[in-house]
């Protein structure tokens, strides 16, 4: 029956490519061969050809939907007048068309729409929604609010309208509450949509109940199930066992510590170095040995594989892997003997990277060392009970610092663009408020890590491209051409010169053109637009290389406990080591290295949006105790509503283009300026400015700015 459906799905098909005309049933039936015995199959082949929209029906005639100017998309925004469809054309590129309300029927962001395309009047083309094909997801998050004696959900990014409650009763919440919520049934139009509240997360006020529904939406579970939690209990109390150090090099005596933030309780990674007879020295990076633990096939596993990444945000972690271990057994805690995988560096005179191996080890960390702690000690800055801690350690700090000068200049040379970005640190009280956001400084010791780390992760990601094993590497694309064309028409009217980049310019251009324009005013826009060009990096199967960084090896092999691809990769090399045959290797692990790839970027991207969300609900609740106050700040984005204005502690807000000052038009040029039409007025990118908070809401997130006087 399949076979019989997907032969007729097939001639109707061909048959109406281009066909402007469409044809009947009769036709379609004997223009396809069809005889009496077949009109059952054809019909039932036909009803889903028009229900997935792949032909269209009207007046009793059937057509191809490209030849009538019809086209399949995904409703992406929602407003209570209008909003916007996109979409996905044969080459992978997208386009947007605005949908008059009117013509929107009732359809909610990620719904597929088969759409008319109407003559345009704005910017974008303009589309009707001719059906909805398939239905999104009718969970959402929003708030509780009641008017004229009738509750309402009021949405916060699904669609502007207030949503009628489908079932009054609200006993044990409250107006104001947020909540998850479901649609239970659609009409025609918005308005008609009926919700009921799945949970309640308290008052939409506070950024710990915002930051809640949003996790809960996504499905973010931030406990364990009672197997997943039985499984690591049981191997946190066996402990290490005689049996777990055999074939491991015993690097309990080596000097070995682990330096982190003051608050880190899950410790992946330490270091040691010592100097070599022959000149350079010796890096050792021993990263926790997860896969000695999380074994394929286990719960604890699929836990971890279907996680993909631990979740950072305010003061909370959503760990990839139980507390047990990712704080307990699998920790490198100071003065506890730890299973470790071992990336032994060597590195000559000039600080160039000459050999490496792997390694299974045994460590016990001497310190737990801390940013701060260790920045005061290389800046001669340190106290004496700071002194006291690091004793034993201190002339091995003062060798990294010395090679990790040696490994900037050599980043440097390699050509690495070193865009700036900043980062806020959310200061919480004990009730889980916001009560202060400051600038996330960063330090000596700080970029020492990184590179040891980024060393550890081209020697693994070269291992593992050299043995030819089937791996997941870190990989990092070059700009676009459409993103090129962007960066170069914003150089161009910057006059920065450099401004006629093609694809596959080196990596080493884009620093250049940085560094040229460093201590100049237009480096803010050039920084931000350098930034938006660059790909996003992501997880695969082929060595591509990172471009940002420009090294032609990269993977990810340094936080296991917080990161699956790390995981994978360790299980991988760990039987390379054992001696197994790549051939065997690739049997097995083929199918697992594409889907731990595929999986874990989408399981990132997922995370990063989540971590971005709930900071900016923690953030707003900060900026709600300062309304009416004003700071200085940088504007660091324009858009057709709007400047963005960044304060010095991160916090960004929204300046609307009807408040600018001195009133009265501007013309926006599309990129990074408003300037007035009737005036000398002018708002640039990077520009400084003075701005006073009009509004926070915690519920969305959004910070609302007006411009002060100069």
């Known amino acids: 029956m399949e076979q019989q459906q997907e032969y007729w799905r097939e001639k109707v098909v061909r048959y109406l490519k281009n066909r402007k005309e469409g044809a009947a ?115 959402f998050t929003g708030a509780l609010i009641r008017k004229d004696g009738r509750w309402f959900i009021h949405p916060d990014k699904l669609m502007k309208d207030d949503l009628p409650m489908a079932n009054v009763q609200v006993q044990g919440y409250h107006e104001g509450d947020k909540v998850l919520a479901r649609i239970t049934h659609r009409g025609h139009r918005h308005s008609e949509h ?24 996504q499905g973010i579970e931030k406990t364990f199930s009672p197997q997943v939690s039985a499984q690591a209990q049981a191997i946190s109390q066996r402990g290490i066992q005689p049996e777990d150090l055999e074939g491991r090099a015993d690097l309990r005596e080596e000097v070995i510590f682990t330096i982190d933030g003051a608050d880190s309780l899950d410790l992946d990674d330490a270091v040691s170095l010592h100097p070599l007879q022959e000149g350079g020295w010796q890096l050792g990076v021993h990263i926790a040995d997860v896969s000695h633990y999380v074994t394929p096939g286990t719960v604890l596993d699929n836990e971890a594989f279907h996680r993909g990444t631990s979740i950072y945000y305010a003061d909370q972690v959503i760990p990839m892997l139980p507390k047990e271990l990712s704080n307990g057994i699998c920790s490198l805690n100071p003065g506890e003997d730890r299973l470790a995988f071992s990336a032994i560096l060597t590195l000559d005179e000039h600080g160039e990277l000459t050999d490496y191996f792997f390694q299974k080890s045994v460590i016990r960390s001497r310190v737990k060392g801390v940013y701060s702690e260790v920045n005061d000690i290389l800046e001669n800055t340190a106290s004496p009970e700071i002194l006291e801690k690091y004793k034993d350690v201190i002339p091995t700090l003062e060798m990294m610092h010395q090679v990790a000068k040696l490994r900037e200049k050599i980043k440097r040379r390699r050509g690495a663009p070193e865009i700036e970005t900043h980062e806020g640190k959310l200061i919480l009280d004990e009730n889980g408020k916001c009560v202060d956001v400051k600038l996330y400084q960063t330090g000596i010791s700080q970029g020492m890590i990184e590179e040891f780390m980024l060393l550890a992760n081209e020697a693994c990601a070269a291992t593992g491209r050299k043995l030819e094993l ?190 600018l000052i001195p009133e009265g038009e501007y013309r926006y040029d599309g990129m990074f300026t408003y300037t007035e039409v009737h005036g000398r007025g002018q708002y640039r990118v990077g520009d400084p400015i003075r701005v006073q908070c009009a509004k926070a809401e915690v519920s969305s997130g959004n910070v609302d700015f007006k411009p002060v006087k100069k």
């Open 25 to 139: 049933y009769r036709e379609l039936f004997f223009k396809c061969g069809g005889k009496d015995k077949d009109r059952t199959a054809f019909s039932t082949a036909l009803d889903g050809l028009v229900r997935e929209g792949v032909i269209y029906e009207r007046n009793a005639r059937f057509f191809d939907p490209a030849a009538i100017g019809m086209f399949t998309a995904t409703v992406v925004k929602v407003n209570r007048t209008f909003g916007f469809v996109r979409e996905t054309l044969e080459d992978g590129t997208t386009q947007d068309y605005f949908v008059p309300g009117r013509f929107f029927l009732g359809a909610l962001p990620g719904d597929t729409v088969l759409c008319r395309k109407l003559p345009g009047r704005g910017e974008s083309p303009e589309g009707q929604i001719d059906r909805i094909l398939a239905q999104g997801s009718s969970e």
């Open 194 to 217: 009926r919700a009921e509240i799945v949970a309640g997360f308290g008052s939409a006020d506070t950024a710990k109940a915002c930051a809640d529904s949003l996790l809960a939406l």
């Open 470 to 659: 089937p791996f997941v590497y870190r990989i990092h694309q070059p700009p676009t051409a459409d993103k090129l064309e962007d960066l170069n028409m914003v150089l161009k009217s910057l006059q920065v010169p450099g401004h006629n980049l093609k694809p596959g310019v080196p990596p080493g251009a884009l620093a250049e053109i940085l560094r040229s324009v460093k201590d100049k005013p237009v480096f803010p826009i050039v920084n931000i637009q350098l930034l938006r060009s660059m790909s996003k990096a992501c997880y695969d199967t082929n060595p591509v290389g990172h471009y940002g960084l420009a090294l032609k090896d990269y993977a990810h092999f340094t936080s296991p406990i917080r990161r699956y691809p790390d995981l994978a990769v360790h299980r991988i090399l760990s039987k390379a080591l054992a001696g197994e045959d790549r051939h065997h290797l690739r049997d097995e692990f083929y199918t697992f290295t594409q889907q731990a790839a595929s999986h874990s970027s989408a399981a990132e991207v997922t995370a990063m949006r989540l971590e971005r969300d709930c900071d900016d609900f923690y953030k707003a609740e900060y900026m709600t105790g300062h309304l009416g106050e004003t700071f200085d700040g940088i504007i660091s984005g324009a858009a057709p509503y709007g400047i963005y204005v960044e304060l010095p502690n991160t916090v960004e807000g929204l300046v609307r283009v009807e408040d």
